[in-house]
């Protein structure tokens, strides 16, 4: 691809920044909140053990793939599976349902982000005892203050995008992470301190392998999509802004292990923290069922109540910077999520990155804000554009990749930056994983998922 192009679209400065902003991208919502909870919920170790083989198995080679079909085409999803198919029209419909799906699961992440913030303010506002206005901040059913905070996150997340890709996400990708890490250190280290941390990490590392059962494997499936940002294109598109001399093998393995440490790094924080919430008189278990809380009840009630209780200005200070830790995460992964329908309008329309950005965000944010009124559209939206839509795109660009592009053009690709790559038996080996392992297993799962939610 000539330069001309790769300036006009904007390139990472730095290896480590793409690294970066791909990890940034990865680690969100759904690992500081979403794997503890799903740990919790599903047997602990048990979980992570399974969760852990589906990124090896399935994730680690499906982003390599995404890298290496970005790289090879500088384009967004939509224009690079035209360009690999020339001008196939159903080959550019896996790109179109990426962006479909990024634009859907942005306007509930939106949401879930825009209560980050609110819930940081509250714990100040609390403090200061403006004790109405903070029950209105914690209200999750509050339509206008949602939609408030929403479009708040939304706004945030546009500027740093119409940055530009060097100077707006891997520089904010690059400022947030470590502060991000330094957050979630502090904060484990001060949980540990209080009374019933340990029965929470007994729980955490103990696996229980009773409950493996096939309902927890499409969980850690699903989970390992959404955590790693699989199948929606938008590392297609963060692979697009490569340069050809990094190695894309090596920085999907860097990613992979960022995402699933920081996963369960995050775990020794909100379990023990559920389990310490526990001990200080909060319930976390349905009196009913004697199931844990659903994960909304766990990170916006259970752990403030938690919060609460610690009480003073240190109480404050804890809640205050968990709500920042997980408004962070959010950030790094909204802006990918922004990216992918913005590349695609700016490549396929045209049109400048500052009118996309504004044109593209304008547009989620309003779902995002009918989202804010109508919270059961999250669940409608989780179910078609994550559970359904992240597998079935991840499948569709497996398949695509593997038997139209073919994997030998891949690995021809991956040379660059890879130079002796033809003689490890990484080739061999990824070409099975791509071509017979990945498509499988993810076709196992999406048909049990549908089988499930229609019977
Ligand atoms: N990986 C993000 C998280 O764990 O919260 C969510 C996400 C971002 C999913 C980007 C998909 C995506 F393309």
């Not at 300036?7 to 759904?30: D, H, P, Y």
């Not at 990426?98 to 209560?115: D, K, P, R, T």
């Not at 500052?354 to 044109?359: E, G, H, S, V």
């Not at 695509?400 to 891949?410: G, H, P, Q, S, V």
Request: with cysteine; aromatic share 14%.
């Amino acid at each position: 691809m000539s330069d001309s192009n790769t300036e006009s679209r904007g390139s990472w400065n730095t290896k480590f920044g793409f690294i970066l902003a791909a990890a940034g991208s990865a680690v969100g919502l759904g690992n500081i909140w979403g794997f503890p909870t799903q740990v919790a919920d599903n047997g602990g170790a048990a979980f992570i053990l399974i969760y852990l083989l589906c990124c090896l198995i399935v994730g680690f080679p499906l982003m390599i793939a995404e890298f290496t079909i970005g790289r090879n085409t500088q384009k967004n999803p939509v224009g690079a599976f035209k360009k690999l198919s020339n001008n196939n029209i159903y080959a550019a419909l896996i790109g179109f349902w990426g962006v479909l799906c990024g634009l859907m699961i942005l306007s509930f992440y939106l949401v879930i982000s825009g209560w980050t913030l609110s819930f940081a303010l509250e714990e100040i506002v609390s403090y200061l005892g403006f004790n109405e206005l903070a029950n209105t901040l914690a209200d999750l059913g509050n339509g206008y203050k949602n939609a408030i905070f929403t479009v708040l996150f939304g706004l945030l997340t546009i500027v740093i995008i119409t940055g530009g890709v060097s100077k707006g996400i891997e520089r904010a990708t690059k400022t947030l992470m470590p502060i991000l890490l330094g957050i979630l250190l502090i904060l484990i280290i001060y949980i540990f301190t209080l009374e019933g941390s340990g029965e929470g990490l007994r729980m955490y590392v103990t696996p229980d392998f009773s409950t493996i059962t096939p309902d927890l494997l499409l969980s850690a499936l699903g989970q390992a999509f959404f955590s790693l940002s699989l199948g929606m294109g938008a590392l297609i598109t963060y692979g697009s802004y490569l340069k050809k001399n990094q190695n894309v093998v090596e920085s999907a393995a860097y990613v992979t292990v960022a995402d699933v440490g920081i996963a369960f790094v995050a775990g020794l924080l909100v379990i023990p923290a559920m389990f310490v919430a526990q001990a200080s008189g909060i319930q976390i278990f349905n009196p009913e069922t004697g199931a844990l809380f659903s994960s909304v009840t766990l990170v916006f009630d259970v752990l403030p109540g938690l919060f609460g209780n610690i009480g003073g200005f240190l109480g404050t200070l804890v809640g205050f910077t968990f709500f920042i830790l997980l408004g962070l995460a959010a950030l790094t992964s909204s802006i990918s999520l922004l990216e992918v329908p913005v590349s695609y309008v700016i490549d396929e329309h045209n049109i400048k990155r500052k009118k996309a950005a504004w044109i593209v965000g304008g547009i989620v944010s309003v779902i995002a804000v009918i989202v804010s009124f109508n919270l059961n559209l999250i669940d409608v939206f989780v179910f078609i554009f994550n559970e359904i839509g992240l597998p079935l795109g991840g499948l569709m660009i497996c398949i695509f990749l593997a038997y139209f592009w073919k994997t030998e053009n891949a690995v021809l690709e991956m040379k660059n930056g890879f130079e002796n790559i033809e003689e490890t038996s990484f080739p061999k080996i990824w070409t099975i994983f791509v071509k017979f392992i990945c498509p499988v297993l993810i076709f196992i799962v999406l048909f049990t998922t549908l089988y499930n939610y229609i019977f």
